[in-house]
């Protein structure tokens, strides 16, 4: 069993900066950031492996920045220059044996 928690969202200006964290319960191999903005599907934002290769979507390349603490079990999403776009849940997901594990999600809001 792997439970896996976001924070860091909120409510942020266009141009802005923040922050998330995923927090697993145990050490994961690779760790997939996913977005779902109101009446569209869920898409992929980024991932990072155990050995910290990364990807990105490209509406996301140059902007955001995956990055990993295994000592804390723990993946950072930076977000920079937003855009209201970016507005969205964001979840974080691994696959352990076989298995899909989501966190609960934390809201990014882009607004002035």
């Known amino acids: 069993q792997v439970q896996l928690v976001e924070s860091g969202g909120g409510l942020v200006q266009p141009g802005g900066s923040l922050r998330l964290s995923c927090a697993a319960s145990?050490?994961?191999?690779?760790i997939n950031w996913y977005r779902q903005a109101p009446g569209k599907q869920r898409e992929y934002v980024a991932h990072i492996s155990s050995d910290s290769m990364t990807g990105y979507a490209d509406s996301v390349k140059g902007r955001f920045t995956i990055s990993r603490d295994n000592a804390k079990n723990t993946v950072y999403l930076q977000m920079d220059s937003l855009t209201s776009e970016d507005t969205a849940v964001y979840y974080c997901n691994a696959r352990v044996f076989f298995r899909d594990y989501w966190g609960q999600g934390t809201q990014v809001t882009v607004s002035s």
């Open positions: 145990r050490s994961i191999g690779t």
